[in-house]
């Protein structure tokens, strides 16, 4: 007779497997079957999900399928666990969800890793615990209603492991607030809120070094580009379009060669591109400054960027004549510089090479 250990059991179930030893394979599978090899998720998981369905106001028909008497492993819609029975992932995407999510609820899942309740109409406020959970990998609310000021942030000495928050569409308002604790960001993307101040450049870039996308596009951000940001020596995509932010951009964003696409459209940015800081900037791939008040001529050396596809400066008060090395950017497909003051204009660049697209 083959040993009942041969069978592939869960931790869980590991020893109940032990225990039967010797009994014939054909009368233990369906016992096993029948206390759920998967796991089933705790009692307090199960209470956690339950109040965040209560928390709701509309649950887009949720009810019928998280219902008390069947497992909430694999027959609760959106709900996700794993070998262990633990619940792993919440993911509720474009169910028509309405009302608040419930600040002691999926919070209470200590083993959750995502959470993703984008495109629906939650309101209210984020609950600190989501955001400072201790599990969570990936938090995702983004197209609700959320709003109020962003939980304030937790003790230092916490370093949630969050590595994606997309907050963005929301009514979230109030100043952003320190992401000093945050220290494994690599995704933050805040975009089409009404957040004011400072945008959180300096905590940002200090604490989470692996920062590689940072979206603020679209809020109420006042001040000064900060040279801080340069601490994100990660950062790919920084967009900032949208905004109140003056002055001048800080000689040190064009240290950050890790950029690919660079958005500050529509701010009250001041001041010149300068020939040798813009040539450091290799890696780009979108340079988009439209709608601000840069002047002085397209630096020469913006030819040098290889991988440049886009380039828009549109709205501005640039002048002079177009350099004629942007002939040689052979990844160039769309180039907009409506609504300055050049002279010569496009005559003298030879655009052959252009991949395709819009010239104006
Ligand atoms: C959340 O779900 C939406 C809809 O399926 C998807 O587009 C989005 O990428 C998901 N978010 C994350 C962080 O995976
Ligand atoms: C939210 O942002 C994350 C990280 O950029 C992304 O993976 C996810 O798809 C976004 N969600 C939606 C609904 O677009
Ligand atoms: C941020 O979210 C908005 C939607 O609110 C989306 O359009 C944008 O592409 C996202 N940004 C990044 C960098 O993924
Ligand atoms: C920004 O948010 C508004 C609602 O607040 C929405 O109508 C609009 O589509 C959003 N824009 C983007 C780019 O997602
Ligand atoms: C962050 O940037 C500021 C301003 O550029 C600089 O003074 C500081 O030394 C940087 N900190 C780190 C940890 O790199
Ligand atoms: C935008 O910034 C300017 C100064 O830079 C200020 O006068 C103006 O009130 C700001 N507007 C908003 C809506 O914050
Ligand atoms: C644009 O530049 C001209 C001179 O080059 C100057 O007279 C004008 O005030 C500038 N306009 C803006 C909006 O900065
Ligand atoms: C284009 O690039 C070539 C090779 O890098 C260089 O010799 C030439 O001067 C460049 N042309 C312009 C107009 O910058």
Do not use: Y
């Amino acid at each position: 007779m083959r040993p009942v250990s041969h069978c592939s059991c869960s931790n869980k179930t590991r020893r109940f497997c032990r225990h039967f030893h010797g009994l014939v394979i054909l009368v233990l599978l369906p016992l096993l079957s029948f206390v759920s090899p998967a796991g089933s998720c705790t009692e307090q998981e199960r209470r956690s999900l339950l109040r965040f369905l209560a928390g709701l106001s509309q649950d887009g028909g949720l009810a019928a399928s998280w219902r008390p008497d069947v497992d909430c492993c694999g027959a609760w819609e959106g709900v996700v666990c794993d070998g262990e029975g633990t619940v792993t992932e919440v993911s509720l995407p474009s169910r028509g969800l309405h009302g608040r999510i419930s600040p002691s609820s999926l919070a209470g899942l200590a083993g959750l890793i995502r959470l993703n309740l984008s495109h629906n109409a939650l309101s209210g406020g984020l609950p600190p615990g989501l955001m400072h959970s201790a599990s969570l990998l990936v938090l995702d609310v983004s197209f609700n209603s959320l709003d109020g000021a962003l939980p304030p942030p937790p003790p230092l000495a916490m370093k949630p492991p969050l590595q994606v928050l997309n907050i963005s569409t929301n009514k979230f308002a109030g100043e952003f607030p320190s992401l000093d604790a945050m220290a494994n960001l690599i995704a933050l993307n805040g975009s089409n809120n009404s957040f004011t101040g400072q945008m959180p450049a300096t905590s940002l870039c200090r604490s989470s070094p692996s920062l590689s996308v940072l979206d603020l596009s679209h809020n109420w951000f006042t001040g000064e580009v900060s040279p801080a940001l340069a601490n994100c020596t990660m950062l790919k995509v920084l967009k900032v379009g949208m905004n109140n932010l003056s002055g001048t951009l800080p000689v040190e964003l064009f240290d950050m060669t890790s950029l690919e696409h660079i958005c500050f459209a529509d701010n009250g940015l001041q001041g010149e591109l300068d020939e040798a800081h813009m040539a450091k900037l290799n890696n780009l791939v979108t340079l988009d400054l439209g709608g601000n008040s840069f002047h002085g001529e397209i630096p020469e050396s913006i030819g040098q960027l290889k991988k440049l596809e886009v380039l828009r400066l549109s709205n501005n008060n640039m002048s002079g004549h177009l350099p004629s090395s942007l002939g040689n950017s052979t990844s160039l497909t769309t180039i907009d510089l409506k609504m300055n003051s050049f002279s010569g204009v496009l005559g003298m660049v030879d655009f052959s090479s252009l991949r395709a697209g819009l010239v104006q």
